[in-house]
C-alpha cells in the first residue's frame, strides 16, 4: 500500500483512474471497523468470559461439596452403627463365650435397627462417587448384603477387617485426615480434574469437622496432648525472644521501644496491647524484621539462636494493618494466588486447594468466595471481609510465625470471634500468633494465653500469661473494677484516662519500672531518675511535663538544626528502606516455594485475569488512541518537502504520552501489594516479567490502533508495515520508560514525568543542532530516532517514486518519437 503506486487496484472498489486513493480509504474504512468490533467485544465480553468460567467452577465446587457432606453423614451413621455393633458383638462374645452356642444368642432388636438401616444407606451412600472409590468397593465386599440376616461370625470378621485394615476404610476414619492432607494421599488414583479436587478437599474438611466435634468433648489436658501431638502439630515451630530490645529513630533519636524483654512461643496467642502510640506496631515490625528507619539495640533470638528473622521469611506470615490486598481479584483468586506462591513446591495442587478451602471455611468467607474484593472506587465486598481475606492471605501459607496487626479492628464481635477461632485452630497447629488489638471484647481477650501490654514510649508494663495479668495489677493495688473489662481498664490506666485507686500509692508512670523492677530487669539510668522523682512527694514538677531527659537538648535546636536533622532521618529511611528490600539474606526456613518460572505461570495468570477486568480501561484507551490518530491524520498533511515530519512529530508526542501514562498504570498502582509480596519471598522478576508479558500485546496492538486512523487519513508515501515498526518500536521504548518511572517515583511525580519527557525531548530532538553538546544530547532522544525512521521511510519511498516517475517519462518520451 501507500501512495507510491501509480496504479492500484485490489478489486475491493472499483478502480477509478481520477480516484487513486479510494483502495486505500476503502481498507482504511475496513481497518476501523476491524478495530472498533474488536474494542466493543472486549469492552462487553472480557468480564463474561471470567463469569462464565467462575460459575462453571463453582458449579462443580457445590456438587462436590454437597457429595462430600452426604459422605460425611454416612460416616457418621457407619460410625454409630460400627459402635453399637462392636458393642453388640462383644455382648454377643461374652454370651457365646459362656454358652458356647451361637443359636442361643437373642438380637436387640434397637441395636439390629441400626445396624440393618445404616449398613444399607452407608451402602447407597458409600457408592456415592468420590475420588476414593477403592474404599467403597472393599467395603460393600466386606459389609453384609441388604436385607440379609446379619450373621455375629460376619460380623466379627467384618469389625477384624476394619481394625486389621484402616486404610481400606478411609473415607471413614476421621482420625487419617492429617496424614492425607499434609501431601500423603493414598497411591493409585490422584484427583485431577477439578470435580475431583474438590471432592478431594470437601471430603478431607468433613473428617476434620468431624475430628473437630470429637476433640469439642475432650477434657483441657485432651486439648494440651492434641496440640503437642506430632501427628497434628506439623509446621517447623518458631520461638521468638526479645531481650532489651531497644528501637530508635535514626536521625531523630526518639525512642519508639525500650528495654522490651520477653518470649512469644509456638502454640500459644499473644496479645500485644497499649494505648495508642504506644509503639505496638513499632514492637510486632521489630519482631517481624521489618523495622525500617531505626536503630536497634538488644537480642532477637530465634529457637534461642541470634539469626536474621527475615532468614525465616517463607514460614512468616505478616498481615498489616491496612488491608494490602487485590481489588480486582475474587477472594478465593487472591487466596489461591498466595497459596501457590508460597506453599511448599512439592504440594500437590489438591492439597494446595485443600488448604485454600480450610482458610475460607475457617474465616467464614464462602458466601464472597466469587466476589470481587474491591477497590476505593468501586465497591465489593464488605470492609470486614476484606479485613479477614487479608488475614487469609497469610494463613493460606501456613506460617509458623504469624503476626497480625489490628486484625479485629472495624470488624464485628462474631467476626472477631469467628477470627480468633481460626486463629486457635491454628495455634493448636503449633503457629506462634502474636497480634496487636484494641478494645477485645471479655470474650475474646478470654481466648488469648499471653499479653504483652506496652505504655506510651514503647515500654513495657507486663508480659506473661493474660489470665495472671489481673492478678499481677492487683499485687500492686490496681484492681479491676466489677463489671469492667480488665484490657479495658488497663488501657485506661495507661493512658492516664483513670487513676488507680488513692489506696495503691501507684502512678501509672511507674508502671514499666515497676515491672522491670518486678522481673529483676536492669532500669535505665534516666527511668530510674524519673521513678526516684515520682516517689518523691513533690514530684509533680519534674517527669509531669513528661519530658525524657534524652529529648531534653532537642527542644532548644535552631531551624536550620531540625531541618538538617529531618534530612539525615528522611535519608536513613530511604537508605534502609532500600537495605530492606534488596538485600538478601540466607534462607533458613527449610520451606522450598516454587521457583521463578512457576511463579512466572502463577502471575502470567494473575495478570491476566486483572487486564480481562479491566479491559473497559483498556478499550478507553485504544479509543483515545483512535481519535489522537484521527484528529493528527487530518491536521497534518503529507508533503513532499519534509517527507511527513510535521504529522510524525505530533504522532511522536501523542503516541509517546498515551502509551506512556497507561503503562504507568502497570506497575504503580499495585506497589504496595508489590511489596507485600515481594517481602513475603515471591519473585520479582516473575512479576515483573509477567506484567511485561502480558503488556506487549498492547505493545503490538496499540501501533495499529493509532495508525488505523493516522495513516488512512495523512495516506503518506510509506506503508503501512514501515510505519508500523516505526511506531512498535516506539512504542516498545515508552513503555520501558514508563516502567522505570512508576518503578522509581511515587504515582504523581511518575505522571509528572511522563507528560514532561515526551515533550521535552521532542523538542530537543527536533532543535536545530549546532553545538557538539546540543547534538550529542539530541542523540539521547528517543524522538530523533522515531522521526528519522518514519522520513526516511517516507524519502525511500519518494526517492522510488521519482525514479518510477522518470522512467516512464522516459519511455513514454521514447514511444513518442516512434510514432
Ligand atoms: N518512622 C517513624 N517516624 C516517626 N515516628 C514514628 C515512626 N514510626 C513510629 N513512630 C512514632 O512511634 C510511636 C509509636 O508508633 P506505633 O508503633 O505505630 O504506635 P501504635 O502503638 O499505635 O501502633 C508513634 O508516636 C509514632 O508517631
Ligand atoms: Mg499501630
Known amino acids: 500500500m501507500g501512495s507510491t503506486s501509480e496504479k492500484r487496484c485490489f478489486k475491493l472498489t472499483s478502480c477509478n483512474s481520477n480516484a487513486s486513493n479510494q483502495d486505500l480509504h476503502a481498507y482504511g474504512i475496513m481497518l476501523i471497523a476491524a478495530t472498533t468490533t474488536l474494542l466493543l467485544i472486549i469492552y462487553n465480553c472480557s468480564d463474561q468470559v471470567l463469569n462464565t468460567r467462575e460459575r462453571r467452577l463453582a458449579k462443580t465446587r457445590e456438587a462436590a461439596a454437597r457429595s462430600a457432606r452426604d459422605t460425611a453423614k454416612a460416616r457418621q451413621r457407619w460410625k454409630t452403627a460400627k459402635d453399637a455393633a462392636k458393642k453388640h458383638a462383644s455382648g454377643l462374645q461374652t454370651h457365646f463365650s459362656q454358652t458356647f452356642s451361637f443359636k442361643k444368642s437373642a438380637k436387640h432388636p434397637e441395636e439390629l435397627k441400626i445396624l440393618d438401616q445404616t449398613s444399607c444407606e452407608t451402602d447407597e ?3 456415592a462417587p468420590t475420588h476414593i472409590s477403592s474404599s467403597s468397593e472393599s467395603l460393600s465386599s466386606s459389609a453384609p448384603s441388604r436385607g440379609k440376616p446379619m450373621e455375629p461370625g460376619n460380623l466379627m470378621r467384618m469389625m477384624h477387617e476394619i481394625e486389621d485394615d484402616p486404610g481400606n476404610y478411609e473415607g471413614f476414619d476421621v482420625n487419617t ?26 471430603a478431607q474438611l468433613e473428617k476434620e469437622k468431624a475430628l473437630q466435634e470429637e476433640n469439642k468433648n475432650l477434657t483441657f489436658s485432651g486439648v494440651i496432648s492434641m496440640a503437642t501431638n506430632p501427628e497434628i502439630r506439623k509446621r517447623p515451630l518458631i520461638e521468638v525472644s526479645f531481650k532489651d530490645l531497644t528501637l530508635t529513630l535514626k536521625g531523630k533519636g526518639k525512642h519508639l521501644l525500650r528495654c522490651v524483654t ?46 536474621s528473622i527475615r532468614s525465616y521469611r517463607k514460614i512468616i506470615g505478616y498481615v498489616p494493618q491496612d488491608d494490602i490486598v487485590h481489588g480486582n481479584l475474587t477472594v478465593e483468586e487472591n487466596l489461591r494466588f498466595n497459596a501457590k506462591c508460597r506453599l511448599p513446591a512439592h504440594l500437590s495442587k489438591p492439597d494446595t486447594v485443600l488448604v485454600v478451602e480450610r482458610v475460607i471455611e475457617s474465616l467464614g468467607l464462602q458466601m464472597v468466595r466469587n466476589s470481587l474484593v474491591g477497590t476505593v472506587e468501586k465497591r465489593g465486598i464488605s470492609g470486614g471481609q476484606r479485613k479477614r481475606v487479608n488475614v487469609g492471605l497469610e494463613m493460606v501459607m501456613e506460617p509458623s510465625l504469624l503476626i497480625l496487626d489490628e486484625p479485629t479492628s472495624g470488624l464485628d464481635s462474631a467476626s472477631s470471634q469467628l477470627l480468633l477461632r481460626a486463629l486457635r485452630h491454628e495455634a493448636l497447629e503449633g503457629v506462634n500468633i502474636c497480634m496487636v488489638l484494641h478494645q477485645p471484647s471479655y470474650a475474646l481477650f478470654q481466648m488469648f494465653d499471653d499479653l504483652v501490654l506496652l505504655a506510651k514510649g514503647g515500654l513495657t508494663v507486663y508480659h506473661g500469661s493474660a489470665k495472671k495479668a489481673e492478678e499481677y495489677f492487683a499485687g500492686l493495688g490496681i484492681h479491676v473494677p466489677e463489671r469492667v473489662n480488665p484490657p479495658d481498664h488497663f488501657i485506661d490506666i495507661l493512658e492516664g484516662i483513670v487513676t488507680p485507686s488513692a489506696t495503691s500509692g501507684v502512678n501509672h508512670k511507674e508502671l514499666p519500672v515497676r515491672w522491670m523492677l518486678h522481673n529483676g530487669y536492669p532500669v535505665p539510668p534516666d527511668l530510674q531518675q524519673s521513678f526516684a522523682q515520682l516517689a518523691m512527694p513533690s514530684a509533680g514538677a519534674g517527669p509531669a511535663n513528661g519530658t525524657n531527659p534524652v529529648h531534653a537538648g532537642m527542644e532548644e535546636k535552631s531551624f536550620a538544626g531540625e531541618l538538617w536533622q529531618d534530612v539525615r532521618s528522611n535519608v536513613e529511611l530511604q537508605r534502609d528502606s532500600i537495605h530492606h528490600n534488596f538485600l538478601k539474606f540466607k534462607d533458613l526456613s527449610c520451606r522450598r516455594t516454587p521457583g521463578v518460572l512457576w511463579q512466572y505461570r502463577y502471575f502470567l495468570g494473575r495478570v491476566g485475569k486483572q487486564r480481562m477486568r479491566e479491559a473497559k480501561i483498556q478499550a478507553t484507551d485504544y479509543l483515545i488512541l483512535l481519535l489522537a490518530g484521527a484528529c493528527l491524520g487530518t491536521l497534518a498533511k503529507t508533503s513532499d518537502e519534509n517527507f511527513g515530519a510535521v504529522g510524525y512529530t505530533y504522532t511522536i508526542i501523542a503516541v509517546s504520552l498515551l502509551c506512556k501514562i497507561a503503562a504507568l498504570r502497570s506497575f504503580s498502582l499495585d506497589k504496595l501489594q508489590y511489596w507485600r509480596e515481594s517481602a513475603s519471598g515471591m519473585s520479582s522478576l516473575a512479576y515483573f516479567l509477567a506484567k511485561d508479558t502480558i503488556d506487549h500485546f498492547n505493545t503490538v496492538i496499540k501501533p495499529v490502533v493509532y495508525l488505523s486512523m493516522f495513516f488512512f487519513f495523512t495516506n503518506p508515501r510509506s506503508s503501512f508495515a514501515e510505519n508500523y515498526i516505526v511506531l512498535l518500536c516506539l512504542v516498545y521504548c515508552v513503555t520501558g520508560i514508563a516502567y522505570a518511572l512508576a518503578i522509581f517515583f511515587q504515582p504523581g511525580p511518575a505522571q509528572l514525568w511522563s507528560v514532561l519527557l515526551p515533550v521535552v525531548l521532542t523538542l530537543v530532538a527536533t532543535q536545530k543542532q549546532d553545538g557538539e553538546v546540543l ?45
Open 125 to 127: 451412600d458409600l457408592y
Open 177 to 202: 485426615h492429617d496424614r492425607k492432607s499434609k501431601g500423603h494421599k493414598p497411591k493409585g488414583k490422584q484427583p485431577n480434574t477439578h470435580s475431583q479436587i474438590f471432592k478431594y478437599a470437601y
Open 262 to 307: 520477653g518470649k512469644i512461643k509456638p502454640g500459644r496467642i499473644t496479645a500485644v496491647m497499649g494505648p495508642s502510640g504506644a509503639g505496638k506496631t513499632t514492637f510486632i515490625s521489630a519482631l517481624a524484621g521489618k523495622a525500617i528507619g531505626c536503630k536497634m539495640t538488644g537480642l532477637i533470638l530465634i529457637n534461642g539462636k541470634n539469626e
Open 775 to 819: 547534538k550529542k544530547i539530541s542523540n539521547l532522544c528517543y524522538p530523533k530516532w522515531a522521526l528519522e525512521a518514519f522520513v526516511i521511510a517516507n524519502a525511500e519511498r519518494q526517492r522510488e517514486a521519482s525514479r518510477l516517475k522518470n522512467f516512464i517519462k522516459k519511455i513514454s518520451h521514447r514511444v513518442d518519437i516512434k510514432t
